[in-house]
């Protein structure tokens, strides 16, 4: 395949007072007579990280055939329209991860597969979405971004022996060097689209109660001058995403709560709409090509947060020691599939993204599980884990894979690192490739 359109950088940004908006890849940036191989629309390897406390009713995760030839799950039901770029992987333990803090030591080993050291400062390794930012991030403004709806989580987040480090992120860029997840919006908002170099630049900016787009206007005019008609009606589709996001961030700013005493993240609609507006905002730094990695901690380790908006009031961390009590197990099912769901949402905005030959789905390696397997009994077998995305044809998709019992987890990141065109010999305690995936 050949583009024969003019070439328009893919580091265009739009700038003004401080504010930088990324664009999304437009038909301008691909140089004339080009193969599309060696062009700005060439797949770009993109990979993502979502991480659930708490484990799954098993039961209800994982579908009964193995192979091509399976029913989805109640409840990954909602990934039916991506079934082909889903592959479900059961079997898989993360033996690092097995010790007496369970809620301390899941989300800091999820992604490193290393066992920590006992020390109230942290030394465990390095977790696969760094080592990705150090491959396939140093193109973009933002090498990775690490995400989360709720702050220090709940509290299991903390232990005696091993600290807080490992129960407050799944991202280690060293052993040594736990990276914090940023759980507000406005503050997310702004480090993708930016607001001045200093606090008091931000500030300032903030008190003139001007839209982030309202400050690149003239320059988004001007270069939609230069632009055909596919690429002017692209380019006003994203920003008026972007728009749409900020005044939804604006509009949860507006709440007035400050007669209340709040825990880190307020409970029902809110927290919904928090985890929907990280999911939107991350989409759409995946397509500004502001960055090409992510980690996600869809709710807090430990987890007290309650899921209201659903008829749910009981709280996410004590309703997970369900004591095989059929009603409780029920509820569980529902917020596990609600969290399939809020994610099914982003998926659906990444296959509706041009990027290439194709979407940004299919250039994306995508990891959704937990490091806890039966929460009532703190299992750590078998994880629930689903990798989602054609990585640029990289995936195979539409499967169910069962391997032996409690092989390693670090396996299966091995095997996306290699897909994402990083080979290594060795992640963690892995033993081998999957080449089925």
Request: include cysteine; aromatic fraction near 8%; charged fraction near 20%.
């Amino acid at each position: 395949m050949f583009i024969t359109k003019k070439h328009l950088s893919r580091r265009t940004f739009l700038r003004g007072a401080g504010v930088v908006v990324g664009l999304p890849l437009l038909d301008a940036m691909v140089p004339a007579w080009t193969q599309l191989v060696h062009t700005a629309a060439a797949p770009k390897a993109r990979m993502g990280f979502m991480y659930l406390p708490h484990g799954a009713i098993m039961e209800n995760w994982t579908p009964a055939a193995v192979g091509s030839d399976f029913e989805l799950s109640p409840i990954l039901q909602p990934f039916t329209p991506f079934k082909k770029q889903v592959t479900i992987v059961s079997g898989l333990e993360n033996k690092p991860a097995i010790a007496p803090p369970v809620h301390a030591l899941n989300p800091g080993t999820w992604l490193s597969c290393v066992t920590p050291e006992p020390s109230q400062e942290p030394h465990g390794g390095v977790t696969i979405d760094q080592i990705a930012a150090q491959h396939i991030g140093q193109d973009t403004p933002l090498p990775s971004l690490e995400v989360a709806t709720e702050g220090r989580g709940g509290n299991g987040a903390c232990d005696r022996t091993y600290g807080c480090s490992y129960g407050a992120t799944i991202s280690f860029r060293s052993p040594t060097t736990p990276l914090p997840m940023e759980s507000d919006p406005r503050k997310l908002f702004e480090r993708l689209f930016g607001q001045g170099d200093t606090a008091q630049e931000r500030k300032a900016i903030t008190k003139q109660y001007a839209s982030i787009l309202d400050l690149v206007t003239q320059e988004a005019h001007d270069l939609q001058r230069t632009l055909d008609a596919p690429d002017r009606a692209k380019l006003a589709d994203y920003l008026e995403s972007v728009r749409e996001i900020e005044r939804r961030v604006q509009k949860m700013e507006a709440q007035d709560l400050s007669s209340l005493e709040l825990p880190d993240v307020p409970v029902g609609t809110n927290f919904d709409q928090r985890l929907n507006l990280m999911f939107d905002m991350i989409a759409l730094a995946y397509q500004a090509n502001l960055t090409r990695v992510f980690t996600y901690m869809m709710a807090g380790e430990g987890s007290n947060v309650t899921y209201n908006h659903i008829g749910i009031s009981d709280a996410f961390h004590p309703l997970s020691h369900h004591q095989n009590d059929k009603a409780r197990k029920e509820k569980l099912t529902k917020i596990q599939t609600y969290h399939v769901q809020a994610f099914a949402k982003f998926l659906t905005k990444l296959a509706a993204m041009p990027d290439g030959d194709g979407s940004v789905l299919d250039h994306s390696i995508l990891l959704f599980g937990s490091n806890m397997s039966n929460s009532n009994a703190h299992d750590e077998f078998p994880l629930p884990t689903v990798v989602v995305g054609g990585g640029a044809g990289k995936l195979k998709g539409g499967q169910h894979l069962k391997y032996e019992d409690k092989t390693p987890l670090a396996n299966l990141h091995l095997t996306l690192l290699e897909r994402a065109g990083i080979p290594m010999d060795k992640f963690g305690n892995s033993t081998q490739l999957f080449s089925e995936i």
